[in-house]
């Protein structure tokens, strides 16, 4: 695409493209394993970073709807538009995965520049420490939806760190029936509660209990088995934790009982306008789940923080 000429005579964006100026950064347990050296899809050194609020500080042309102060989350999706998944309306499923912060450059800067379409603008009202959360409530928003509206009478949550406490609310929001929860952490059970689960207990406290659908959001082997046993005839599981490895499935009850197991990766564009719609409207209130802010000197010192088992969501403070 050729370079046009802004206002200004300065060299200007690419047609179609936006800059912006990171605000908050979000830090993801994926952030932490590609710190390690462990995520499949990206090595350090590399520019972290895929859950953020930005401003919109210059618009490319053809950029329709945006201007340049407005408040923004950014999809890090960055999917080549034109394969089937991508014409289907599933960016998420565009094959190689080409996501902000692994594959493609990261939100972790003071500037920089993004597809149009990436970009949704976002009321200037909202705290910026709230819309720094919208991402993960995206990833609820979505998981939430991959669960069939006939299985969500009677559900099961299975972990329930920063995603799974965002699932249970979006269920909530989605108009579930009763939620139950597993989760070691008794504040976070705790927190499970305020967030609208009826029920927490820890793991081992069920009895022969099942549930028309199950959310794995750890995705080991031990909460897999308990999801495809937990789970009625007919019912389903979604997996929304990210596994490790291989791993076995109890397929000749899953099988005879048409248990369906299912999945949940990322998100669609939609579920940022309704993540950001539930925060605007209170529905979906971050603050508590933010539990450090730090500056971006900072920011090594995040990163030791979101390791720690009770921080739930750490943010990064990249510019005001
Ligand atoms: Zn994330
Ligand atoms: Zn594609």
């Known amino acids: 695409m050729s370079v046009q000429e802004s206002p200004e005579g300065d060299c200007a964006l690419d047609r179609g493209d936006v800059r912006i100026a990171p605000q908050y950064l979000g830090i993801c347990g994926s952030d932490l394993h590609v710190l390690a050296g462990g995520h499949p899809f990206a090595q350090p050194p590399t520019v972290p970073g895929h ?31 034109h394969c089937r998944a991508c014409r289907s309306g599933r960016p998420n499923l565009c094959e190689p995965p080409n996501v902000a912060g692994f594959r493609a450059p990261g939100f972790a800067r003071t500037s920089h520049v993004v597809p149009a379409r990436n970009v949704h603008i976002a009321p200037k009202d909202v705290a910026w420490t709230d819309l720094a959360f ?31 406490l965002s699932i249970v609310r979006a269920l909530r929001i989605m108009g579930a029936g009763k939620l139950t929860v597993i989760e070691p952490d008794p504040a976070k059970r705790a927190f499970a509660g305020r967030l609208g689960a009826d029920r927490c207990v820890a793991p081992g406290e069920l009895r022969s209990e099942t549930f028309s659908g199950v959310f794995d959001v750890v995705a080991a082997q031990t909460t897999l088995n308990e999801a495809c046993t937990r789970v009625i005839a007919g019912g389903t599981v979604v997996v929304m934790g990210v596994p490790n490895g291989p791993r076995e499935i109890p397929l000749p009850s899953m099988q005879r009982f048409e248990r369906t197991l299912t999945s949940s990766g ?55």
């Open 51 to 81: 859950e953020v609020c930005a401003i919109v500080t210059e618009v490319g042309p053809g950029a329709e709807g945006i201007a340049v102060g407005d408040h923004a989350v950014i999809d890090p999706i960055m999917a080549c538009g």
């Open 266 to 320: 990322m998100y669609q564009p939609g579920d940022f306008d309704d993540a950001i719609e539930w925060i605007r409207s209170g529905a979906f209130r971050p603050g508590d789940l933010v539990t450090d802010v730090f500056d971006l000197d900072d920011a090594a010192r995040a990163y030791e923080r979101a390791k720690e088992p009770d921080s739930i969501k750490v943010l990064i403070h990249i510019a005001d």
């Open 134 to 164: 919208t991402e993960p409530a995206t990833c609820a928003r979505h998981s939430a939806g991959r669960m069939p509206e006939d299985c969500r009478d009677d559900i099961l949550v299975i972990g329930a760190g920063t995603i799974g």
